[in-house]
């Protein structure tokens, strides 16, 4: 005799899909039966179950979780996308600062140059940064940044603006 | 002449309302959609009989519709179900002690975790279960009801109840 069938085997044969053999062992082995007609009480209780019980009500505290499971899901996407767009916004630009600073040098010292020979433009930057100890500042100020034509020659604007033309323009004028 | 009695509307509902009311409510898990399905079902049969396409036996036409009805409305229906889904079984306690097999049997506890893995079975394997067990019909209809061969019903059917067993082990 086959040895006794095992619950999966006894579960197939329920459903119509045990081999002739498993069907031959059930019908001659009183243990497998009495095991056969105990899964036909299982099922028998569960139809019972669901066609005389009411479905229990689902429990609150799972559902709670589901809806705090899907805001922190939507926090995080939240997050992310706002993380991306800081992203694109603070993409570091090219540094024009020095350039802009030599640019506006070079203009300044053609203007304030006295003998027609611009002022080096380097005299105002330092390492191709404005000096700071210049900036802000008037060229009256009691200070040490970096003039290029030393502190006993300094411009006296008020003689540049009113007297200190060229003196071939005044030349040119008396004549 | 078909001289075969076509029946009224309103016997078609006493004979059948109550066995498609609880069979889409097994298959969908909501009273109302079930009564909405059920209602629809009706309306289709009526439509039938009036284009005379009426059924040699109206109680396997009817279960094929409703069957279908609820596969629509299952597949529909994401956003419902999320809203209202229950527990996961791993998350009922089993029933502590010893209790007579009695109160097992009505235990609330185990009619919940019976519940429970009902619903955890997939569809067809839930619909097949349903058809053979509760609607007491044989392999042969349910696979005409389903639209399925008689092999793979029986093989939908072995899953079910191993699939329950397995969550239920011997408390059921």
Redesign the interface.
Known sequence: MTPCLS??AL??V????GTPGECAHLAACPACAARSRR?DG??D???R???T?R??A??PA??AR?WVAAGVTACLVAMAAAGISTRHETRPRPERGPQIALGLADITAVLLSVDGEPVSAAAFVRDGVPDAACEGRSRDDDIDCADPLGPDERIDWLRLDATDAPASEHHDEGV | MDSRPEPEPEPLVDAHYGRLR?LC??LL?DPEEAHDVVQDVFMKAYEARSQSRTPNDWAPWLTRVTVNACHDRRRAGWWAR???????IE?VPVAAGGPSPVDR?VG?E???R??L???ALPGRQREVF?LR??EDLS?DEVARALGLSTGSV??H??RA??R??DT?G?M?
């Open positions: 619950d999966r579960t197939r329920a459903a119509d899909l899964l299982q099922i209780a569960i139809v179950v669901l066609t019980t479905e229990p689902p429990r799972p559902v589901r | 609880r409510q097994l898990g999320f809203r209202r889904r229950t527990d996961r998350d049997a609330e185990t009619r919940r019976i519940w893995a009902f619903r349903v067990h509760v392999t029986k093989r059917l072995f109840v191993r329950l067993r239920l011997d059921a």
